[in-house]
């Protein structure tokens, strides 16, 4: 069973070792720029326009969904909500089977509001077509395939606009713990 604190621990192992890999492939830990209108838990303060290293950072896990799922009459899978009220992160690139996924994460608190709306836009889509909600977390790279997080607590890869059309894990510690970092050299 997916707990809080089992999927933001699990989520935060997986970073780490994301970011582990990243350091033994590029001889660097990653960095992004400090963009001082985008700051983030997960910089330090810096100049504006400065490469620093990243860490992601734990959320307090005190944001909810409740206006989201109330507006669209919805409820949605509670490890997909414990997933975006985890961490504050870079997005993560991972491998699964075959597939090269980013998964999504929210850099700071504006940015999670943004996936907040961006969902909303989601779920009124899957109600136009008659599709039962996910919520995406990540996207297949070079593709328009979504990873999301269904009704039944699934990973599943979709369309926008179209049902599921594979089922990557039965659960998303089961599909964390499947993948691998990728980095490439």
Known sequence: METENSIQSHLLQFIERCRVEYQQVHQA?????IDSDWVSPCTPQGSDGEA???TPVKRPLNDSFDKVESAMSVTLHDAAKQYWTSVFSENI???YDDLEIELLLPWNQDDF???????????LTQRRFKLEPTVFIGLVIDSEV???IDDDGQVVLEIPGRKAHRTLATDFLS??????????A
């Open 175 to 184: 599909f964390i713990e499947q993948s691998s970092p990728y980095s490439q």
């Open 146 to 148: 979504m990873v999301a």
């Open 93 to 95: 690139a991972l491998q």
């Open 113 to 123: 509001e943004r996936f907040q709306e961006n969902l909303v836009g989601h779920l």
């Open 52 to 54: 620093v290293i990243w």
């Open 29 to 33: 830990w990653p960095t992004v720029e």
